[in-house]
């Protein structure tokens, strides 16, 4: 928002007692409020853009209102015009996960979108892809630099022959030794690995770099009957592995020289695949938020929500995840479960994150971030509000515990329970089936995936301005009135689609990606 425009605050709800500022640099103290829900106000401190402002007098212990819900309790007093930041706040006590609401809110039936197709690649399995990959699996995380080096040869030397092949990707991790492999929790890891190389972007080529000694052997990883295509492999057909400690290989050379060997295969078959027009409900979306801010939940996550509505009316499936950033908001996930079961789904998978939160000895308000803070976010109950829009008005159809895959028939809106951290949560929705992600973002971050299209929405324009070359959308026009929630979420519905079907996100054109980081629960030994 430009520095010309005039003053502005945006207030969630007509019951609110607070609305954030929203020019670009804030408003300096004794700033008039010209209109709107703080018509006549005067700032009594400056105010920084995304920061909160009483609408009125505040006493002592008297709940902080946003989205009509308690973000904090004041510490102290605070006049009307005041500058309302997490240093005022108590932060509220999270709800016990008992004597919840369970399916009790009917959500209205969203009418049916059709028409609306992209150009994917379609697996033997049913699953479509929006991208057409070479991916080689890493069972431990001592061959990365080997598999690294090999990816690089492998795009110098193979990749001009095979034109109809995205890319390569080596799927480097920091896991398969030195882990307590049987404990409790580690087959998430294990699992989330297992389904991330047969995520429907890599077309069902299933090759495999090992050690030879570590503890997460090959058919561990991937025994028989865990592939869904029957021709990739059974009985008869041995596991495409290169084993680095085989005696077949002599020097650094070798090794190199037989993994590009095994990838021509590979490419040979993926390069015979070519894009078919596929009916939009072959989406599957992972939605996330990373250095959120308070515009978060006032203009990018509610057009992504739009979004997420439009892609489940046309018979696709959208995941919403970060256990931390929806647990504050627990009896809205209950209550919009589809079903009893599924609403007892989410109270076990929140009820487990809780306790392995505990284990720690870390509670909830460690997710907030200085960066949350400094964009207006006071605390987790007050991120957690602005988060869950990203999930749109939809029943939650089912639930996913963390590192397993969507079956086929599992559409509609998912909660697959992940941690928050971005690379955890977008190497989860991976495992589960994603084929492209939408991430929003207020502070900025040039996170990316390789193993699938990112798309990008600014919260601020401010934001969109300066990293323009980085951000897919502003969905800042928002607060500025240029667009609605509903035309934003429609533009973005409508570039999910040219991005499934080939077009490049700014992270794709920069080649920027973050490593895959497995979330795993177990002791490492």
Known sequence: MSSNRPPLAIRMHPADNVAIIANDGGLPAGTVMPAG???GLVLRDKVPQGHKVALCDLAAGQAILRYNVPVGYAKQAIAAGSWVHERLLEIPAARELQDLPMATVKPPLLDALQGYTFEGYVNADGSVGTRNLLAITTTVQCVAGVVQLAVERIERELLPLYPHVDGVVGLEHSYGCGVAIDAPGAEIPIRTLRHISLNPNFGGEVMVVSLGCEKLQPDRLLPPGSFPIQDIRDEAKALDNVCLQDDAHVGFMSMLDGIVARAQTHLERLNARRRQTVPASALVVGVQCGGSDAFSGVTANPAVGYMADLVVRAGGTVMFSENTEVRDAVEQLTSRAATPAVAQDIVRE??????????????????TTPGNKAGGLSNIAEKAMGSIIKSGSAAIASVLPPGEKLKADQKGLVFA??????FICGTLQLAAGMNVHVFTTGRGTPYGLQACPVIKVATRSDLARRWHDLMDLNAGRIAE??????????ELFRMLLAVASGHKTWAEHWKLHNALVLFNPAPIT
């Open 350 to 367: 929140l009820g487990w994150y809780d306790q392995y939160l505990e284990r720690g000895r870390v509670d909830r308000s460690a997710n």
């Open 37 to 39: 829900a703080a018509q």
């Open 417 to 422: 329970a992940t941690p928050a951290s971005d």
């Open 481 to 490: 009135g240029e667009i609605t929630i509903e035309e934003g979420g429609w």
